[in-house]
């Protein structure tokens, strides 16, 4: 697939690379529309698929992430268009079908569709310049790709509604106080933080890696008792892998693992 709203790069020096994509629409601010969706989602799941790869990083540029859909291509859109093409639904989430971690590193704009897409990530490190909303009720809708479902998980339902309610927009501290960002990192360090973080688990093993993925992803799917079920199950799986006596042997012999992601 020829990209042309995205760019991909590869990164790193362990032996897992990191996968980057960035969103290239910078005169829209990153606007998502279904050409730029359907290249993230296909980058997303070329890398998943690659072995040499351990973590993807998605970022955009210092002044957006994304700034929400693309309000110029929605506009003319009905109902019976929406419902029978599948909006949003079709591919849009491509990224939960991921099971490497998928990092996002957001500097200035993550508003409604962007800062869902954001959401999807596993985590998301934050430039001091991020700022996160859903201002989807001032253009006459709701958000559309989970805003109203993940916010409230990570943030609590007093401050997703606040944000849900009025549009207004969360900086960088606020975001990280409410637990909606894992870091916050200088704007111009925030490529190197994110790709240094990607590289860290690049050079763990890759079986407890996307298990580990699994299992934290599991909190938020169903009950506790069903989430520590699962997560034992993860756990127990785990002794089967040849990582799992790599890594212990390692650590009694005082060697660093030599993982074989098998
Ligand atoms: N769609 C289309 N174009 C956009 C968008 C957008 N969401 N955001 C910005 N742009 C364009 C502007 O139209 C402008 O274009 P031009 O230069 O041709 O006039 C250019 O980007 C720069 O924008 P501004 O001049 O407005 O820049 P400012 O710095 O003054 O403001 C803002 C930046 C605050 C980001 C402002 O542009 C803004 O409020 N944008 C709209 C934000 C918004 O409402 N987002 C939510 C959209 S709805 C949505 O996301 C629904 C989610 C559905 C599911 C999505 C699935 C993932």
């Not at 609590?156 to 900086?171: F, I, P, S």
């Amino acid at each position: 697939m020829n990209y042309e709203c995205i760019l991909t790069s590869v990164h790193g020096d362990a032996p897992l690379k990191t996968g980057l994509i960035t969103l290239n629409r910078p005169k829209q601010m990153n606007a998502l529309n279904d050409q730029l969706m359907d290249e993230l989602g296909h980058a997303l799941l070329a890398f998943d698929a690659d072995d040499t790869i351990g973590c993807i990083v998605v970022t955009g540029n210092d002044k957006a992430f994304a700034a929400g859909a693309d309000i110029a291509a929605m506009a003319s859109y009905d109902f019976m268009h929406v419902y029978k093409t599948g909006y949003i639904s079709r591919n849009w989430e491509t990224m939960r079908q991921v099971k490497k971690p998928v990092i996002a590193a957001v500097a200035g704009f993550a508003l409604g569709g962007g800062c869902e897409v954001a959401m999807m990530a596993d985590f998301i490190i934050a430039a001091d310049t991020a700022k996160f909303g859903q201002p989807e009720i001032k253009i006459g809708i709701v958000p559309g790709a989970g805003g109203t479902q993940r916010l409230p998980r990570a943030v609590g339902k007093a401050k997703a509604m606040d944000m849900v309610l009025t549009g207004r927009m969360m900086d960088a501290a606020e975001a990280e106080r409410a637990g909606l960002v894992s870091r916050i990192v200088p704007a111009d360090k925030l490529l190197d933080e994110a790709l240094a973080a990607a590289n860290t688990i690049c050079a763990l093993g890759q079986p407890s890696v996307t298990l580990a993925k699994e299992c934290v992803n599991r909190a938020f799917e169903g009950p506790l008792s069903e989430g520590i079920a699962y997560e034992r199950r993860m756990f127990h799986a785990l002794f089967g892998t040849e990582d799992q006596r790599e890594g212990m042997d390692a650590f009694l012999n005082k060697r660093k693992p030599a993982f074989k992601h098998r």
